[in-house]
T-cell receptor, first 120, second 111 residues
Framework: GAVVSQHPSWVICKSGTSVKIECRSL??????MFWYRQFPKQSLMLMATSNEGSKATYEQGVEKDKFLINHASLTLSTLTVTSAHPEDSSFYIC????????????????FGPGTRLTVL | KQEVTQIPAALSVPEGENLVLNCSFTDSAIYNLQWFRQDPGKGLTSLLLIQSSQREQTSGRLNASLDKSSGRSTLYIAASQPGDSATYLCAVNQAGTALIFGKGTTLSVSS
């Protein structure tokens, strides 16, 4: 199956600093990637949809100026948490759909291994 | 708005038991449904993908069924093992959108 990688797998930073998380599709092209956030003992919640070559679409309640998304190529999307605060500590995970034959049918979605962010 | 519910939230069974995890969704207009496994502090492992036109999928000791019209899916685990202990997540795909997840069922299998 398709492989999605994330880097870093974990990061600890001081409050007020910015952190960049990379999501890469290793063996397929992804015009769309999704960013999720998971707080302890909670399920995954969609933060934003990253579209190659255009602006990301953010879910209600997600600050677009705080969570900057760049999808500059067909294999890479980055999420930058700007001026991170302790409440941003969470597990961030990206996914990319496998575009089926005949068009963007969003068949199976492949997930990266996630990034654990801890803000002190 | 699509909502996904998983019951039970937690389940403890002795090794060897067969068990069923339930997932329900409010909008039957889905493209497919995926079951995932998540170990503590880890990412997601895809277990089974059921297309909307399918009734079930099987992989080893796992069998997932889908009743799209009633908005229900079940994950059947046969002969459970301690290594099956994890959180199992159900997620639906409405074409063109990201997956919508349930809160998961945390399974504990004792030896």
């Amino acid at each position: 199956g398709a492989v999605v990688s994330q880097h870093p797998s974990w990061v600890i930073c001081k409050s007020g600093t910015s952190v960049k998380i990379e999501c890469r599709s290793l063996d397929f092209q992804a015009t769309t990637m999704f960013w999720y956030r998971q707080f302890p003992k909670q399920s995954l919640m969609l933060m934003a949809t990253s579209n190659e070559g255009s602006k990301a679409t953010y879910e209600q309640g997600v600050e677009k100026d705080k969570f900057l998304i760049n999808h500059a190529s067909l294999t890479l999307s980055t999420l930058t948490v700007t001026s991170a605060h302790p409440e941003d500590s969470s597990f961030y995970i990206c996914s990319a759909p496998d575009v089926g034959v005949g068009g963007p049918t969003y068949n199976e979605q492949f997930f990266g291994p996630g990034t654990r962010l801890t803000v002190l | 708005k699509q909502e996904v519910t998983q019951i039970p939230a937690a389940l403890s069974v002795p090794e060897g038991e067969n068990l069923v995890l339930n997932c329900s969704f409010t909008d039957s207009a889905i493209y497919n449904l995926q079951w995932f496994r998540q170990d503590p502090g880890k990412g997601l492992t895809s277990l089974l993908l059921i297309q909307s036109s399918q009734r079930e999928q099987t992989s080893g000791r796992l069998n997932a069924s889908l009743d799209k019209s009633s908005g229900r899916s079940t994950l059947y685990i046969a002969a459970s093992q301690p290594g099956d202990s994890a959180t199992y997540l159900c997620a639906v795909n409405q074409a063109g959108t990201a997956l919508i997840f349930g809160k998961g069922t945390t399974l504990s299998v004792s030896s």
